[in-house]
């Protein structure tokens, strides 16, 4: 059995079942961007979309069979998903590794799934709720300007058909850095999007790219990030640091010395002055990717801002030698917070480590090719 998939979902969904709606993205020029560099767009049929639901339930079907004979009382285990993987493949390992984690939350693929036109986006969601009556949370990738050109009615539709939360990348406020990376949209684009999603009663998601900008923009990408995000009170803003892709427009044009990638230190104080520019805000700051330097970076405004700052604050006053321990321990994976240096084991580990790195500019370039493998 098969059915389509993407190549990629936010972070927050890895435990969601992933159903592609449209293949790769219509837009496809963002400099920073090479997921979908090689691929066409295309809509999938809306038959083909139904049958790789009904696929999914008899995958389901199977998997639950496979759990009352062997898992305790018939639950999905974490051997039961091995199994499944290991008799059937890719399919059966996604489906019950889906239903490990409570079978509850289903993410629309790929990049841009607002463009189909409404009436059809409801009865694909309709169908998930009706085919999985578990599920409770359904969520999308959205740019800003498909977003913004819908009626506030159709959000509401598709919200109340069941879609929870869109996520959307904004990557920057500034209209200046929008237009240098190519992203297509504007600060206005985000705040009409912003506007009409809340006011259709689903949850937004904001994606911030710190470092975006390079040393040309910092502060304004900061700073005008900042007044977007404080005009739209997403419910969610999540930190994905820039890391320049070979392969991409923005590498050659830091080739060309027409853009300048921050360095770790600088990216932290940028995220230092965004966050210290949020003013009226009720959004919970996520930075659960994997790029981010500072991963513990996490609360709500505004009750959290000043303990998110003291954080900045903490690793900004590090010396630089605890600053290469920690950049180097946090990139190796073996840091995820600033109190895992406290550890004198992990500390030593790299340290041990960073004998093998030869000076600071070795060290930007291993971190720089750390970075890389992790998107
Ligand atoms: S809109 Fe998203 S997927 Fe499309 S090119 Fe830009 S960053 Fe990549």
């Not at 790769?24 to 997921?35: E, G, S, V």
């Given at each position: 059995m098969f059915i389509e998939q993407g190549p990629i979902r936010p972070p927050s969904e890895a435990g969601s079942l992933l159903i592609r709606v449209?293949?790769?993205?219509?837009?496809?020029?963002?400099?920073?961007?090479?997921?979908?560099?090689?691929e066409k767009f295309s809509r999938r049929p809306l038959a083909d979309i139904l049958q790789d639901i009904d696929t999914v339930r008899r995958v389901a079907e199977q998997v639950e069979q496979m759990s009352r004979q062997q898992g305790p009382a018939g639950r999905v285990t974490a051997e039961v998903v091995q199994e499944a993987g290991a008799r059937h493949g890719h399919l059966h390992y996604h489906v019950a590794a889906w239903l490990y984690y409570g079978g509850k939350s289903v993410f629309l693929q790929d990049a841009n799934s607002l463009i189909v036109k409404t009436a059809e986006l409801v009865q694909i969601i309709k169908y998930i709720r009706s085919v999985f009556p578990a599920v409770d949370r359904i969520t999308t990738y959205a740019r800003a300007n498909t977003a913004a050109r819908k009626t506030e009615g159709e959000l509401r539709e598709l919200r109340e058909a069941g879609l929870s939360r869109i996520h959307m990348g904004m990557e920057s406020g500034s209209d200046t850095v929008l237009k240098f990376i190519q992203k297509g949209i504007t600060a206005a684009d985000l705040l009409e999007a912003a506007r009409k999603i809340r006011g259709a009663g689903l949850s937004l998601c904001w994606y911030i790219m710190p470092g975006l900008g390079g040393r040309e923009y910092s502060r304004e990408h900061a700073l005008e990030t900042a007044a977007v995000i404080n005009a739209g009170n997403p419910d969610f803003i999540r930190f994905r640091t820039l890391s320049v892709l070979k392969g991409t427009p923005l590498y050659e044009m830091m080739k060309n010395g027409e853009f300048t990638p921050l360095e770790e230190d600088e990216a932290v104080e940028e995220q230092r002055l965004l966050l210290a520019s949020l003013q009226g805000v009720t959004t919970a700051v996520v930075s659960d990717h994997i790029l981010n330097l500072l991963q513990e970076l996490e609360g709500t405004l505004p009750g959290d801002k000043d303990r998110m700052l003291g954080i900045i604050d903490r690793y900004l006053a590090l010396s630089p030698a605890e600053k290469a321990n920690y950049q180097l321990g946090r990139r190796a994976g073996v840091y995820a917070a600033l109190d895992d240096m406290k550890n004198p084991n992990r500390y030593r580990y790299v340290e041990k480590l960073l004998r093998d790195v030869d000076g600071p500019e070795s060290l930007q370039k291993t971190l720089d090719r750390i970075r890389r493998q992790f998107v």
């Open positions: 449209t293949r790769n993205c219509p837009w496809n020029r963002c400099a920073f961007c090479k997921t979908y560099k090689k």
